[in-house]
């Protein structure tokens, strides 16, 4: 069975950090791109960055470029999301998604449960 | 970035009834147009890919159309297990922006 579990999200005040992680199992992370997606309260989908298969390639979005930084380690199965100098307008639920960028079109065809993340002093 | 916009933003049906939701893209995408289902509470889960690829084990009653820049999904017969909210998302180029979510409500 496929299975993305997120964890790390916290309450944590402006200006502090955390690092999210999501394991993955029931599949060869290798094979896949990953992304992380957010989603304030109510509020709609956010990308916020990809990493390639072998992790040699990342992006990100520009609210969160310069501050958080995506990786990966396949041999743990796991995605990591560094989040540093975090902002009160980076309180969301954060998910990770599979892409199995197959023929060169990407979607998220498994996602995680989320993890909240809360920043408020 | 390429702007996705959903319309309606929210509408009301019945069961049985047929709906369908448009999305636009700000520039072509061709066919790089992804359509999810998000339930409350619940991750979102894909529905359609490459604008008309209809996932495994997703219902024939869904089904996406459009390439460039004008999008839609179409349910073809409501059932009590599709009220939710729909987002669209182009894969086109990074970033991989949403629509705003056009949220299917009971009548």
């Known amino acids: 069975e496929v299975q993305l579990v997120e964890s790390g999200g916290a309450l944590v005040q402006p200006g502090g950090s955390l690092r999210l992680s999501c394991a993955a199992s029931?599949?060869?992370?290798?094979?896949?791109?990953m992304h992380w997606v957010r989603q304030a309260p109510g509020k709609g989908l956010v990308w916020v960055s990809r990493?390639?298969?072998?992790?040699?390639?990342?992006s990100y979005a520009d609210s969160v470029k310069g501050r958080f930084t995506v990786s990966r380690d396949n041999a743990r199965n796991t995605l990591y999301l560094q989040m540093n100098s975090l902002r009160v307008e980076d309180t969301a639920v954060y998910y990770c998604?599979?892409?199995?960028?197959?023929?060169?079109?990407?979607?998220?065809?498994?996602w995680g449960q989320g993890t909240l993340v809360t920043v408020s002093s | 970035d390429i702007q996705m916009t959903q319309s309606p933003f929210s509408l009301s049906a019945s069961v049985g009834d047929r709906v369908t939701i448009t999305c636009r893209a700000s520039?072509?995408?061709?066919?790089?147009l992804n359509w999810y289902q998000q339930k409350p509470g619940k991750a979102p889960e894909v529905l359609i890919s490459a604008a008309s690829s209809l996932q495994y084990g997703v219902p024939s009653r869904f089904s996406g159309s459009g390439s460039g820049t004008e999008f839609s999904l179409t349910i073809s017969s409501l059932q009590p297990e599709d009220f939710a909210t729909y987002y669209c998302q182009q894969s086109y180029d990074i970033p991989y922006t949403f629509g705003q979510g056009s949220k299917l409500e009971i009548k």
């Open positions: 520039q072509s995408i061709r066919n790089h």
């Open positions: 029931g599949f060869t992370l290798t094979n896949y791109w």
């Open positions: 998604a599979r892409d199995p960028d197959f023929g060169g079109y990407s979607d998220f065809d498994f």
């Open positions: 990493i390639k298969s072998d992790g040699g390639s990342t």
